[in-house]
């Protein structure tokens, strides 16, 4: 969430420098693009190990409660 917000002002900055400077070049925009995708892709690399510990953490989980409660009638 706080990288959202980070990301907004930044992209509001970036937006008033345009304005005051003129178009960035195609080059400068690919680039900002470029930068942009390799973080999303960090961010997204990171988000899915968690969810692939926690499935994994569930899935234990799962099976030594069923393993309880057969013990424990």
């Known amino acids: 969430m706080r990288r959202t917000i980070i990301t907004i002002w930044l992209r509001r900055i970036r937006s008033a420098f345009v304005k005051m400077f003129g178009n960035?070049?195609?080059r400068v925009?690919?680039?900002q693009e470029l930068a942009d995708a390799r973080r999303y892709l960090l961010l997204n690399?990171?988000?899915a190990e968690y969810h692939?510990?926690?499935n994994v953490f569930y899935q234990n989980t799962i099976l030594r409660l069923e393993k309880y409660l057969?013990?424990?009638p």
């Open 52 to 54: 692939t510990q926690m």
């Open 70 to 72: 057969k013990e424990h």
């Open 29 to 31: 925009i690919a680039e």
């Open 45 to 47: 690399q990171s988000a």
């Open 24 to 26: 960035p070049s195609a």
